[in-house]
């Protein structure tokens, strides 16, 4: 068949231009509809790759039937080598990244051994920057993640060995957040965690998937698949260090004040802050850092960016969990504070402050909603704060 002609050419091209530039970080379809000459349809420059519209169709085709083909043992396909594979996968991935035959095909090659972890990292951290929102492809990046994590602890098991650097402080702006750093040197490395930070490659390369994560949430708006991988990442790969947290919250600050309408990436310093709410004491004793002052700071920023960029869901759904920390906060500090079967004198003005600190802290929300230039003039945002307010009203005086 001509297409087949054609798709056999075009598989050859797309080979050749990784091999001449195994650096390709991003790649995009240009829109020419018409081979308009005998060129390559495939552009590469400065580590960019370029394919004309019309050949995307024509090479997808041909790769995916010779794959299938494959898998179904139909000759003159059958007996594939893995750099076949691993070439006529990639080509399919690049077109469809959700074509699931295709990445099972990639694991069954680093079972074998004939495609490390690394490798197809890289490639699908490729696929993310012209399909952004993936699920197939976050879905294999969790699976070869697994697998490293799993190669780091048998090697970490059979070697007594330490480097004693501290790996994680160099991944955490520490000073971004005021952390006390003589706190922060004299405690471990890395909390809860078996010793894979000593791994030479693992700080790296987790570092390396958060930036992935991070590039696809720059290239599609509420991509929730993005996050909810970062998300993933923090809690199976850095088992919620405290250290790595304290660097979320900080490094996501910028990103959430440039993407004021993205719900996912507040989602995620909520769940960065809960992470710190079920540490908070380790919070304090390790790095001298009060849970309520990162709280109160939140506060500080979600306010600041009502009052820039008013008429903003987002921001004020965000603002509801912040304020329903403070207050659960009060609540556990007037729990811990006051054992309930203590009635003496002391503890029941202890609990009598302790409430009144939280209906301060009420009055004081509402006052701050309903009198001050929060509101503002846009008519949507009144709408908005309005709500805050009968949700204050519904849920929090209680």
């Known amino acids: 068949m001509a297409n087949d002609s054609r798709g056999c050419r075009l598989l050859s091209d797309l080979n050749s231009v990784f091999r001449r530039d195994p650096e390709i970080d991003e790649y995009d379809f240009l829109p020419v509809l018409e081979p308009k000459n005998n060129k390559s349809p495939l552009v590469l420059q400065e580590h960019k790759l370029g394919l004309e519209a019309w050949s ?35 080509a399919i ?7 699931a035959t295709a990445w099972n095909t990639r694991k069954e090659l680093v079972d074998n051994g004939d495609l490390s972890v690394t490798e197809d990292l890289k490639f699908g951290a ?34 007594n060995t330490s480097t004693g650097s501290n790996a994680c402080d160099s991944f955490v702006n520490m000073e971004a957040i005021d952390l006390n750093m003589e706190a922060s040197l004299n405690g471990p490395h890395f909390d809860n965690a078996p010793d894979l930070i000593n791994q030479p490659n693992y700080h790296e390369l987790m570092r390396k998937e958060l930036n992935v994560c991070k590039r696809a949430a720059d290239k599609h708006p509420c991509n929730y698949n993005a996050w909810s991988h970062r998300l993933w990442v923090l809690q199976q790969c850095f088992n919620c260090s405290l250290q790595v947290v304290c660097g979320e919250l900080h490094s996501t600050e910028g990103w959430v004040k440039r993407h004021i309408s993205d719900h996912s990436g507040f989602h995620y ?18 790095y001298l850092l009060n849970y309520r002052n990162l709280v109160q700071k939140e506060l500080y920023l979600v306010t600041d960016l009502i009052k820039s960029y008013p008429g903003h869901e987002a921001l004020w759904y965000h603002r509801r969990y912040v304020f329903q920390s403070m207050c659960e906060s009060c609540d556990k500090v007037a729990k811990e504070t006051v054992p309930p079967c203590d009635n003496s004198q002391e503890n029941q003005q202890k609990k009598t402050k302790l409430e009144n600190e939280r209906q301060v802290l009420l009055t004081k929300e509402v006052d701050t909603v309903s009198n001050s230039d929060l509101t503002g003039r846009e008519k949507y945002n009144q709408t908005l704060a309005q709500k ?9 005086r209680r």
């Open 56 to 90: 995307v169709k024509v090479l997808f085709q041909y790769a995916y039937h010779q794959l299938i083909s494959w898998r179904k043992n139909t000759p003159p396909t059958k007996f594939l080598d893995p750099g076949e594979l691993c070439s006529l996968t990639r």
């Open 93 to 99: 991935l690049l077109v469809n990244a959700d074509c």
């Open 126 to 159: 490729l696929v993310l920057t012209k399909h952004p929102k993936s699920p197939e492809t976050f879905s294999h990046r969790k699976w070869l993640l697994h697998r490293f994590v799993d190669n780091c602890l048998a090697s970490s098991l059979g070697s």
């Open 269 to 286: 310093r909520q769940f960065l802050l809960k992470c710190l709410s079920q540490q908070a004491e380790k919070l304090s004793e390790q």
């Open 388 to 396: 805050y307010l009968d949700w204050i009203q519904k849920y929090c």
